[in-house]
């Protein structure tokens, strides 16, 4: 089964939705982040319960900057151009403003970066 979970940015929210989804993690159970900062978080939040990344349960960012690289290099990740998206959609919305026909979606070429907080299933436990 899959669930989204949608979170605020309120300090105390993030704390106690923090908690509770770590309550949840076990070796079966992956965590799809939006941002590097989320991933963080969440790592730190099962961290207070004893629990790694990668090794009790699956973590991976849809996105990379920067500061993954030098805070949290070894999460899994998708790296992908940002100049590039933002100039697709730059172009996507210049071209509705002209009345052109909308485009439904572009595929943007992605680099997977295996990190260490995704289980290898190949490894004997």
Not at 12 to 41: H, K, M, P, Q, W
């Amino acid at each position: 089964p899959c669930e989204v979970v949608e979170m605020e940015t309120d300090t105390d929210y993030l704390l106690e939705a923090g908690d509770a989804i770590a309550v949840r993690l076990a070796r079966d159970t992956a965590l799809a982040v939006v941002d590097t900062s989320l991933a963080n978080f969440l790592a730190h939040a099962a961290a207070r319960r004893g629990l790694i990344a990668g090794r009790d349960y699956g973590m991976a960012s849809c996105d990379e900057s920067p500061q993954v690289v030098a805070i949290f290099p070894w999460l899994s990740r998708l790296n992908f151009d940002r100049n590039a998206l933002g100039s697709q959609a730059a172009d996507m919305m210049l071209a509705l403003l002209r009345g052109e026909p909308q485009i439904s979606s572009i595929v943007m070429r992605d680099t997977w970066v295996p990190g260490e907080t995704l289980p290898d299933r190949n490894r004997s436990r």
